[in-house]
């Protein structure tokens, strides 16, 4: 009986470490005066990303980012479809100009099609951080952050995992405050 003791307090030990090394600290902000109520189309734009030997390249960082949207209730547009559309509006090839340049185009000409738009910024480090920032279309002010730590390694699993969590949360936040708003508007 002793050592059945011993072995389930073993278990449980090595269970509850499982659940500690896995969990991912996150982290969201809604800066005073953002109207999340107000983001029914977002798209993703091109990430803010520095590509390391055994790490995702950026597009497929870009793809995955869109991928995760299915978790989402929201209209999410692909960067690649956001191209195509300033492309063949405003005749700007947004993937054949640098970084810099085609962010530049890209904040000018989404707001034609999109409430918001989100920049992922990944960090590798000893940790691999992910910060998701929204920002109105348009008029390019700051709506949203949220940020993911994870201690697991940087693989496509695990930015897929980041960005689902990401728009779980969103969502769950723009609900909450669209309830804030109603009990706010029946006092």
């Known amino acids: 009986m002793k050592r059945l003791m011993q072995m389930l307090v073993v278990v449980c030990m090595v269970l509850m470490s499982t659940q500690l090394v896995f969990a991912n600290a996150d982290k969201a902000t809604i800066p005073e005066g953002a109207d999340l109520t107000a983001v029914h189309r977002l798209a993703v734009a091109a990430p803010l990303y520095v ?88 008029t390019n002010a700051l709506l949203y952050t949220y940020q993911v730590v994870a201690d697991d390694p940087a693989n496509i699993l695990n930015y897929t995992a980041a960005a689902k969590e990401f728009y779980k949360n969103f969502e769950s936040s723009a609900q909450a405050q669209q309830k804030k708003n109603e009990k706010v508007a029946k006092k």
């Open 51 to 138: 590509e390391i030997k055994g790490t995702p390249t950026r597009a497929e960082v870009t793809q995955l980012i869109y991928d995760a949207s299915k978790v989402a209730r929201s209209y999410v547009m692909s960067y690649d479809m956001a191209a195509q559309n300033i492309k063949q509006d405003s005749n700007i090839d947004i993937k054949a100009l640098d970084s810099r340049q085609a962010a530049k185009a890209f904040n000018e000409n989404i707001g034609k099609y999109v409430d918001a738009y989100v920049v992922a910024t990944v960090a590798n480090n000893h940790h691999t951080v992910f910060f998701f920032d929204v920002y109105q279309a348009g």
